[in-house]
């Protein structure tokens, strides 16, 4: 069963050591279905997404662009 939530997941991300890292995750993200906004905090490592979203297929993404992820 998916776990869907109507307003938004913050999550923790592992591994993103740089801009690049952070846009690399943003842009896997943002093509996931039902998302509205991401936001990414590289210093704190920290990942909210916006929408009503799979909490599945964020963590899926976010690991397709490989970095370790786990809900806030």
């Not at 943003?26 to 920290?46: E, F, I, K, Y």
Request: with cysteine.
């Amino acid at each position: 069963m998916s776990n869907t939530n109507e307003t938004g997941l913050d999550f923790v991300v592992q591994g993103m050591t740089c801009g690049g890292c952070a846009s690399k995750v943003t842009g896997a993200v943002q093509a996931v279905a039902g998302v509205q906004d991401v936001r990414v905090d590289l210093a704190g490592g920290r990942l909210s997404v916006t929408g009503p979203v799979d909490e599945s297929a964020i963590t899926a993404a976010v690991e397709g662009a490989g970095y370790a992820v786990a809900r806030a």
